[in-house]
């Protein structure tokens, strides 16, 4: 089995930081891609940021100059350094994961958090 376990959502205030961790455990064999997408009140859920294995990130317009996403391949860990957080951030965050599991012969499959909050106020 995979698990991922998000950490570090909580209250704070515009304009403060908050960095978001997400670390997968179990049978890995490998992991590609990992993100974070996050879903507000009323609203869908959407990419926040992915970063590749190789480095390559990519950014909601949103987010671009504020967000950072860095990950730790030996700790299958990635984070997400959030800076100059904004009242309309306040979302609940989810971690994903392209994770190729030893238990399986399918290939790479998403594997999701359980869901940290963020919520900021103005």
């Known amino acids: 089995q995979v698990r991922l376990v998000e950490s570090g959502g909580g209250l704070v205030q515009a304009g403060g930081s908050l960095r978001l961790s997400c670390t997968a455990s179990?049978?890995?064999?490998?992991?590609?891609?990992m993100g974070w997408y996050r879903q507000a009140p009323g609203k869908q859920r959407e990419l926040a940021a992915y970063?590749?294995?190789?480095?390559?990130?990519n950014y909601a317009d949103s987010v671009k100059a504020r967000f950072t996403i860095s990950r730790d391949n030996a700790k299958n860990t990635v984070y997400l350094q959030m800076n100059s957080l904004k009242p309309e951030d306040k979302a609940v965050y989810y971690c994903?994961?392209?994770?190729?599991?030893?238990?399986?012969?399918?290939?790479?499959?998403?594997?999701w958090g359980q869901g940290t909050q963020v919520t900021v106020s103005s």
């Open positions: 994903i994961s392209e994770i190729l599991s030893y238990s399986t012969t399918t290939g790479y499959s998403e594997y």
């Open positions: 179990g049978n890995i064999a490998s992991i590609s891609g």
């Open positions: 970063i590749a294995r190789g480095g390559y990130t």
